[in-house]
């Protein structure tokens, strides 16, 4: 919980973000054997093995674990070479601008679609300029941010693809896993994310160069003792981190299976109040359904989003406003490049909408039910 936020969850709120956790027993073993063993970090045998079943699973050649994925993002912008001006959301968590701005890389944001919450590809176009180098993609919510349509724009203007998939562990796009597009794609095990390590993450790539460059800058551009090659930085993960997301990989479906029913519990509970709109996810593909995100229409639902927000709290229900106020409203964007909101109004517009609320494996019918009775019950 960082200082900025409300307040931190007590014991007995219903609050977002609680991890999904597999068998403990499975993971004290690993923990044990780590002790014994005595190889704590510098691609250890859990590491190795982590990447080989992330790399399978997303039907990948390569997949190089990190130990975040604000830093996966930025191995990947510095090992692709991205310079100039890099096209993205402003509807997005700050990671994918910081990641971008911490490497002197200028974040141009661009407007999203209303029903996807994505990047609208046609806005994409008409940010490029001379000196856009890349564009920046975020599957938000685990929904696909147009693969087909960024692929096409991108090869087009000769522009390096990126993916930020920090959202879409185990999502599909016309039955391809998301992980497997663009040059590169970014994954975030952060402890609130459907799959998690505690904090990690992993680049995934098909491309033998890239995978290497990648492997090099994370271990501070080492090719072997006392021979650096690259400019560098420590992105490992360590033993431990692995183990627990081994572990956690051995419980997914359960994590998966828990979300979806969530999801249909709240679209149950929710579907039918006028003002308020469930996002949907496309039935025919693999969804995560880690994110139960609301808009909320002041006009037809008669109080808005942080009136919403406020009396959940105050009833023990630790929503978020997540990705409010959209990047180019924080610092340093808000100030260096304070324009960019005339660019974006489908962003202001949602990012003034949405509320997401509790889900995860922790979360029973009961609890869904209780946080809709009190959302119905605000009603004026
Ligand atoms: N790109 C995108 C699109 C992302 O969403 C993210 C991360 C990234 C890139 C960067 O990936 P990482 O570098 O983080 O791997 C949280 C997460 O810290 C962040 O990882 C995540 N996105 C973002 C969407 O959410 P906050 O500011 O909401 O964190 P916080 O501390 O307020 O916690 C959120 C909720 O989770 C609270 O209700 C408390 C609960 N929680 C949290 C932790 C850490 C728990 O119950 N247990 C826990 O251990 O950012």
Not at 139 to 152: A, Q
Not at 361 to 369: R, V, Y
Request: hydrophobic share 40%; charged share 25%.
């Amino acid at each position: 919980m960082n200082q900025w936020n409300d307040r931190k969850p007590l014991p007995g709120d219903l609050h977002v973000g609680k991890p999904n956790i597999g068998d403990r027993s499975r993971f004290l073993e690993r923990i044990n054997r780590i002790l014994d063993v005595r190889w704590l970090t510098n691609n250890g045998q859990y590491v190795v093995e982590l990447e080989d079943r992330i790399a399978t699973l997303h039907g990948v050649k390569h997949c190089v674990a990190v130990c975040n994925g604000t830093v996966g993002l930025g191995i990947a912008i510095r090992a692709l070479g991205i310079e100039g001006e890099a096209i993205l959301p402003s509807y997005t968590f700050i990671a994918t601008a910081h990641a971008l701005m911490w490497q002197g890389i200028k974040p141009v944001f661009c407007d999203i679609d209303e029903r996807t919450h994505n990047l609208n590809p046609e806005k994409v176009e008409s940010r490029i300029t001379s000196a856009t180098t890349a564009i920046v993609g975020v599957h938000l919510w685990g929904r696909p941010c147009v693969p087909d349509e960024l692929t096409d724009i991108a090869a087009t203007h000769g522009l390096q693809l990126l993916f930020d998939a920090a959202h879409a562990f185990g999502c599909t796009y016309r039955g391809r896993t998301i992980g497997s597009f663009g040059d590169v794609e970014v994954l975030s095990f952060h402890a609130t994310k459907i799959f998690n390590t505690a904090e990690g993450g992993a680049i995934l790539t098909n491309r033998d160069d890239l995978a290497e460059k990648m492997r090099l800058i994370r271990d501070f551009g080492f090719a072997g003792y006392d021979n650096v090659v690259h400019l560098g930085i420590n992105g490992k993960m360590n033993e431990f981190c692995a183990a627990l997301g081994l572990t956690n990989l051995e419980s997914l479906d359960r994590f998966i299976d828990a979300n979806r029913r969530n999801y249909n519990c709240y679209r149950e509970e929710l579907e039918h109040l006028p003002g308020l709109k469930l996002i949907d996810f496309n039935e025919e593909e693999k969804n995560n359904w880690q994110y139960i995100v609301v808009e909320i229409d002041e006009k037809k639902f008669g109080i808005n989003r942080d009136d919403m927000i406020r009396i959940l709290n105050q009833n023990h229900v630790l929503a978020r406003k997540y990705f409010w106020p959209g990047c180019h409203r924080m610092e340093p964007y808000r100030t260096l490049y304070p324009e960019s909101g005339k660019h974006l109004p489908v962003t202001e517009c949602v990012a003034a909408r949405v509320l997401v609320l509790p889900t995860g494996s922790e979360t029973s019918e009961l609890n869904i039910m209780k946080i809709c009775s009190i959302i119905r019950d605000s009603i004026p």
